[in-house]
């Protein structure tokens, strides 16, 4: 059971008892129904309080029974809400710390409320493509006022218990304790002086109206147009809270749940679900226990102050962690320090950082030109020109001055760490955290696990992670690591369709269209078109069989690097991030695409769309064979977080999973058929072969 019942005095005491968030699943479900049916049947029991153990009052639906039978197993909450509703003595929901989702739904089923302050209240909901499911959106309007409520529901934000507490007119809660701590004895006490008033007050009688009616729901759907553009929930919120004012209560539950019902099963919800699931299994191990003994990390070291390590370090600053930063020269530093002053000025500017947070993260920082300094580090992280040699001098100096069991981390994007840890005298202690650009900005952190990195050097690291915000998947050393490795294939594939006939912007548009932030070629301009080329070039002796388009090679001859030469696949305005076609790019592709004796074809867009995601699934199944990653869902991750996937397919191989396996080799197999495409590459992967046979899925 995971709800105790006790009986204090003449009240009877329920409490949830679900760590970490007392989430409302079956056992709990059960626990306060059963709480309830013994309070109500013995006499000496005048009220009942329902609380929350440890660092919630309740979370909501229990992420374990996520989309099981479980979670719709009698007593579902409906039903325990309903019980609530029927009790004879009234039940005072005493909240405090969490209060979401299915717990607020079921603090509106109580007859009262007492709220301790600083506790967030949220229906969040929407966040997983859904809507409330129990009445939330039928309750919280009458409780709260319909514009509150609606702003609440759509956004899914938790707001603090004493904000709404001040709403003129709310009925949300009925009282505020002091704290946290004193809650208890005030819900207590409240019992005592609410236990014999009848008849008992619920929320579903209240009244529902907007002063504007039709006109507000109107304004409010204008308002979710914009969110609501890939997603279908945010405009059945307001669907929702529209019926609260125009239905009875109970019709309006009807329609609550229909509408709730049909969510659940669109591929936008399925996939937000995914990516919540997802984002918590990716710092989960398979082999490192969660209870893996963790080293301490109060300050970190970064070697280079370039792009990437300015960056890397702006992140520690701004988690309240020391950072010290190694150069070779001084104007290097100079430059480095200076654009990280620039950065938070310019946030500072913009109204998103205090002046005195600026301040304490710059008294965070200091400078370094010798290894000596760095020696009491906890963690050092290196960002250093991309060369093995170089990699080998910083690392060898490391090895020399770090003090025993510090952490030694490589950014390194395309070489191989085993080679880096081998370096060093300490194998163990060395791993790769591969960050992106803009590090201060971008969410992803592919961790790189080297054949004898530490596995208590992999829980901190995945720990620190979590301390900077930063969204981990372990990856394996392979070139390229889970996120690059995927990408080559789908750059590659990207230069097939403009040989075939077509045109930067009309593959762009038909990615953008599919979800993506940004297609390939505008992707390229973004990040250097010189830097693919400098990875061809090595393929090109690496692996003189593998096929490639040479137009993009053609364009970085004409010095086109993309957005920071002003000109790349597109043209770019100083300032301005907006591509503009070039006429003579069109030329130099449609020049060499006669020069193959290619006779260009219209593509579709779908067409377009399959071979480009395809190649990342097909990659990602080679990868997850090979024990790169140890999941799919870690290969959606980092699509997600670090490469502008769009969020409501749920990443490559969820949207592959939705597709279904069998036919996405089928499409495959007729890309395979195409001579000016990869026959090769398109053979499925063996894993993804064995599961479309067997009518599986990656997830
Ligand atoms: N730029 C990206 O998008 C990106 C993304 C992920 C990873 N990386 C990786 O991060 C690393 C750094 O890349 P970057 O883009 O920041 O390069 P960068 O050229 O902007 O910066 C490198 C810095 O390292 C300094 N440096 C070079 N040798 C040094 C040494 N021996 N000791 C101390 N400092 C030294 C240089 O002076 C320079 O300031 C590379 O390994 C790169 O592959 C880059």
Redesign the pocket.
């Known amino acids: 059971m995971t709800a105790e019942y006790k009986v204090q005095g003449d009240i009877a005491v329920i409490t949830l008892n679900n760590p970490p968030v007392n989430g409302l699943g079956y056992a709990t479900r059960v626990g306060i129904t059963d709480g309830l049916a013994k309070a109500n049947a013995d006499a000496a029991v005048k009220a009942i309080v329902i609380t929350g153990a440890g660092k919630a009052f309740s979370g909501g639906a229990d992420i374990k029974e996520f989309g099981s039978p479980k979670a719709l197993q009698e007593p579902n909450l409906l039903s325990v809400i309903l019980a609530v509703e029927n009790s004879s003595k009234p039940v005072i929901a005493a909240v405090h710390t969490v209060c979401m989702g299915g717990g607020l739904e079921l603090a509106l089923g109580c007859h009262y409320r007492i709220a301790a302050p600083g506790c967030n209240v949220a229906l969040p909901e929407v966040k997983l493509g859904l809507i409330p499911g129990a009445g939330g959106t039928q309750r919280l309007p009458r409780a709260l006022g319909v514009e509150p409520a609606l702003n609440m529901i759509v956004s899914g934000e938790p707001v603090k218990s004493e904000m709404l507490a001040m709403l003129p007119g709310q009925k949300l809660f009925n009282k505020m304790a002091a704290s946290t701590e004193s809650l208890l004895e005030e819900a207590l006490a409240y019992a005592a002086e609410v236990a014999d008033a009848r008849p008992l007050p619920l929320v579903r009688n209240l009244p529902c109206k907007h002063p504007l009616g039709d006109a507000y729901f109107q304004f409010a759907r204008n308002m979710v147009k914009g969110m609501s553009k890939n997603f279908p929930a945010p405009a059945k919120c307001v669907d929702a809270v529209e019926a609260a004012t125009k239905k009875k209560f109970d019709d309006g539950m009807v329609f609550e749940r229909d509408l709730f019902i049909n969510l659940m099963w669109t591929p936008e919800c399925r996939a937000l679900r995914h990516i919540f699931v997802a984002d918590r299994a990716a710092s989960k191990i398979p082999d490192v226990p969660s209870d893996t003994a963790q080293r301490a990390i109060n300050t970190v070291a970064v070697?280079?102050?370039?792009?990437?390590?300015?960056g890397i370090a702006m992140n520690f600053l701004n988690a309240g962690i020391a950072v010290k930063m190694?150069?070779?020269?001084q104007d290097?530093l100079d430059?480095?320090l200076a654009t990280i002053r620039k950065n938070y000025e310019s946030q500072v500017k913009k109204g998103k950082l205090k002046q005195d947070k600026y301040e304490q993260r710059m008294n965070l920082l200091s400078t370094t030109l010798s290894y000596d300094d760095l020696k009491d580090a906890d963690l050092v992280i290196?960002?250093?020109?991309?060369e093995l040699g170089?990699?080998e001098?910083?690392f060898k100096e490391l090895d020399r001055v770090m003090k025993p069991g510090a952490i030694l981390a490589?950014?390194?994007?395309?070489?191989d760490l085993n080679k880096i840890a081998a370096f060093t005298q300490r194998p163990q202690d060395v791993v790769g955290m591969?960050?992106?650009?803009p590090?201060n900005v971008m969410k992803l952190l592919e961790v790189v696990r080297g054949e004898k990195t530490a596995k208590d050097v992999l829980a901190t690291v995945m720990a620190v992670a979590k301390k900077i915000k930063k969204t981990a998947v372990v990856s394996g050393v392979c070139d390229g690591f889970i996120g690059n490795r995927m990408i080559e294939q789908y750059g590659r594939q990207a230069g097939f369709l403009l040989d075939e006939g077509c045109t930067p912007a009309q593959v762009d548009k038909a990615v953008e269209k599919f979800g993506f932030a940004m297609g390939p070629f505008r992707m390229g301009d973004l990040?250097?078109n010189d830097?693919g080329w400098a990875i061809r070039k090595r393929r090109y002796s690496e692996k003189p069989d593998m096929k490639y388009s040479k137009t993009a090679d053609l364009l970085c001859e004409k010095g086109r690097f993309g957005q920071k030469t002003g000109a790349g696949w597109y043209d770019y305005v100083a300032g301005k991030r907006d591509a503009v076609p070039n006429a003579e790019v069109v030329q130099m592709i449609e020049a060499h695409r006669q020069s193959l004796g290619i006779t260009p074809r219209k593509i579709s867009d779908d067409e377009i769309v399959q071979r480009l995601v395809y190649s990342l699934v097909n990659e990602a199944a080679h990868i997850l064979e090979e024990g790169i990653a140890s999941k799919a869902s870690d290969i959606d991750m980092v699509y997600i977080m670090g490469y502008g996937f769009p969020v409501y397919r749920g990443g490559p191989m969820n949207y592959a999973d939705q597709v279904g396996l069998f036919n996405v080799v089928q499409a495959m197999n007729r890309f395979a058929q195409n001579p000016l495409d990869d026959a090769k590459f398109w053979q499925p992967a063996p894993l993804l072969a064995r599961l479309a046979a067997e009518g599986k899925t990656f997830n």
């Open positions: 070697i280079g102050a370039g792009t990437m390590g300015g190694l150069e070779m020269k290097a430059r480095g290196e960002a250093v020109f991309e170089v990699k001098a910083v490589s950014n390194t994007s395309t070489l591969h960050f992106f650009s590090a990040a250097g830097i």
